[in-house]
């Protein structure tokens, strides 16, 4: 069973700071419209979102990576993700359908990649996070050779 | 970058013949199609004719109405098929022109649909569906052959001599040359089943279109509802009861109309209803008064069945039946999507289908292993929370916007509705794993049963919330190519979750999960 990469901790960080960071946006706009308003809501909203980011950035990625789990052999592909709400997906090699390997901006900046299992089940895609680069080339290589040897149309 | 593993399904552009035309008597069809899409401007042009009292309002309606008349005639001299050995083939557009290509052995379920229009013609709608998961993408569609043609084309595409053993049909039937093939009836209407008609609610949607349709047209005709002199005499009448009783004559109104609906609804549905087995393979149901249906099911894309009973339809004891099978995705309310397999019926008949359907009737008599009380004491816990949310905002409402006290006491009745409802939910957990069947059963307000074949099951999610990690539950969740595309057993026990995955589909699990 693999862990994903130690720097899939840090691409998390970033992603959940992105969203904060967008969260701030209306309150700032708020602040500046109605710049004549008493300052104790702007300072509630403020401090409880300073207090909320904080904690999501300090424990979500440590729980993750905890939580985090990969592995692919001869005949399934597997995963466990999650923190609070966890899923562990199973698929069988001989359903697959699609392996699909993406990097978007954040993961480049990580040197990550992200390998994603489609099966003929729109419920069953099972996506691995926060690999490191070459090894999500590695997997998909892999996974492909494995499914190239199955038969059938996989439903 | 994407890898494509299945088979390779590169276009055949062949300049060759066989490319055939629609009907042409869709040239009558196509325009009167086209002027109803366009009917909501048109309406709203000529009433905004009437009350302005000339203007070019004229002059646009006809430009409307022109311009939908040439797009359904184009319509016909752009599109055309063919069927090739291996593919069935569409081209069509004007400007962008679009071939689409479809393999033939991927050809799931065959749909042929004939509205009143086309039935005036003779016409009838073929829809080919192979099992594409895209919502988007409508597959082929061929709007308007004549109902000889989309006949023999049904029984073109669908009945060949099979080339790829079928599972669970004997190989002697097999081998049998299509015209021989017989066809057995598995059910048919009875007129008694009617009765069942007003407890489907399907009326409820009938009531939410005209009330959309209504609504559309008010706007978009800028007429004055308060001016029309039985709305607004009602309205009179109303507001001279007191609030209750006029609450108790809305209610009843509308439960008489839905009622009415409901029934009609029932009857333009599911007239002449007949299921049938093909000894090639196929199961073909056949329905509708107004707009008749014939759809056809490959058997060896039948992953199972669902027996789906809502709580009112659950009460006089009726239920249905729906088909889980690749290419066929199941959509909103009773008649969407061609998966009907038996209208609202007796529970018994229901059960009897379901399981000739699927030729075991093991797994719907089966008895379910109860998922115990943690979680039935999770259906009541959540059932509390939302009530009680609920009942909170009403109640910022009744401090803050300053609403009267007795939203909040009938507010205070959702709890007590909860908890009923939260005892049927609990009630109705459970699964049943046999030799070949995967069943789960759970809901209230629409109570299912899911019959899902244990080889159709191509992976599984296991989720657990903090919550349910507490108490050391999982939901187990089936992913399937077809119906619903998961099926959930909700909140079993961990060991008993691994347990049913391990059984249902050996050699998987184990790599994983070694307790």
Redesign the interface.
């Known amino acids: 069973m693999h862990r994903v990469s130690p720097r899939a901790l840090w691409y998390w960080v970033a992603k959940a700071a992105v969203l904060w960071v967008v969260l701030l946006v209306p309150q700032v706009i708020w602040w500046f419209a109605d710049s004549d308003g008493a300052g104790l809501p702007h300072l509630i909203i403020g401090v409880a979102w300073l207090v909320l980011a904080a904690v999501h950035l300090a424990v979500m990625p440590q729980w993750r990576y905890r939580v985090h789990r990969w592995e692919a052999t001869d005949t399934a592909v597997y995963t466990q993700t999650g923190w609070l709400s966890q899923e562990r997906r199973i698929a069988p090699i001989s359903r697959v359908q699609t392996v699909d390997s993406e990097r978007g901006p954040i993961e480049q900046l990580f040197k990550l990649a992200n390998v994603t299992v489609t099966t003929a089940s729109a419920a069953g895609p099972i996506k691995i996070d926060g690999l490191a680069a070459k090894d999500a080339d590695q997997l998909v290589a892999d996974l492909t050779t494995r499914v190239g040897r199955t038969t059938g149309d996989a439903t | 970058?994407?890898?494509?593993?299945?088979?390779a399904e590169e276009a055949v552009v062949d300049a060759g013949d066989g490319w055939r035309r629609l009907s042409p008597r869709m040239l009558a069809v196509h325009p009167v199609m086209e002027l109803r899409r366009l009917i909501f401007p048109l309406v709203a042009v000529l009433i905004g004719l009437r009350n302005d009292d000339g203007g070019d309002g004229g002059w646009w309606a006809l430009g409307i109405g022109g311009i939908g008349i040439a797009l359904g005639f184009l319509r016909y001299f752009t599109t055309s098929f063919r069927i090739t050995p291996v593919y069935v083939q569409v081209r069509r557009g004007l400007f962008r022109r679009r071939t689409l290509t479809v393999p033939r052995?991927?050809i799931r379920t065959v749909d042929v649909t004939s509205n009143v229009l086309h039935r005036i013609f003779g016409l009838a709608r073929v829809t080919v569906g192979t099992?594409q998961?895209d919502k988007k993408n409508d597959g082929v569609k061929l709007d308007g052959l004549s109902a000889a043609a989309a006949e023999n084309l049904h029984r073109e595409l669908l009945h060949r001599p099979a080339v790829e053993p079928i599972p669970g049909v004997d190989p002697a039937t097999r081998s049998q040359p299509a015209e021989a093939a017989s066809e057995t009836l598995l059910a048919a209407l009875h007129p008694a089943w009617i009765r069942y008609g007003p407890f489907t609610l399907s009326g409820l949607v009938t009531i939410g279109v005209l009330f959309g349709i209504g609504s559309r047209l008010v706007n978009e005709s800028h007429i004055d509802l308060a001016k029309i002199s039985v709305v607004h005499d009602s309205i009179d009448y109303l507001r001279d009861r007191p609030l209750p009783v006029a609450i108790l004559l809305v209610a009843a109104a509308v439960v008489v109309f839905t009622a009415i609906a409901s029934t009609v609804g029932y009857v333009l549905a599911f007239w002449n209803f007949r299921l049938s087995r093909h000894s090639s393979g196929t199961l073909h149901v056949r329905r509708g008064l107004l707009t008749a249906r014939n759809t056809t099911i490959e058997e060896r894309?039948l992953r199972g069945v669902e027996l789906s009973e809502p709580l009112l339809l659950r009460a006089v004891r009726g239920a249905r039946v729906l088909a889980i099978a690749?290419g066929l995705r199941v959509g909103r309310g009773a008649d969407r999507g061609g998966s009907v397999l038996l209208p609202p019926a007796p529970r018994a008949v229901a059960a009897d289908v379901a399981g000739t359907v699927i030729g075991d009737a093991g797994p719907l008599a089966v008895a379910l292993t109860r998922h115990g009380a943690r979680a039935g004491l999770r259906r009541f816990t959540r059932a509390a929370t939302v009530s009680t949310i609920l009942i909170l905002i009403v109640l910022a409402f009744v401090l803050l916007a300053g609403a009267r006290w007795w939203a909040f006491w009938t507010a205070l009745t959702l709890l007590p509705l909860g908890a009923l409802l939260a005892l049927d939910r609990a009630r109705s957990l459970g699964h049943a794993l046999t030799a070949d069947w995967l069943v789960s059963r759970h809901g209230s307000l629409v109570r299912r049963r899911y019959v899902l074949r244990t080889d159709?099951v191509?992976?599984?999610?296991?989720?657990?919330?903090?919550f349910q990690?507490r108490v050391g539950l999982t939901t187990l969740?089936a992913?399937?190519?077809?119906g619903r595309?998961?099926y959930s057993i909700l909140d079993v026990p961990d060991a008993e979750a691994i347990r049913v995955?391990r059984a249902a589909?050996p050699?998987?699990?184990e790599?994983?999960?070694a307790d």
């Open positions: 970058m994407t890898t494509a593993l299945g088979p052995d991927r099992g998961t894309r690749t159709a191509i992976g599984w999610n296991m989720t657990t919330s903090l990690r969740v992913t399937t190519a077809g595309q998961r995955a589909v050699g998987l699990l790599q994983f999960l």
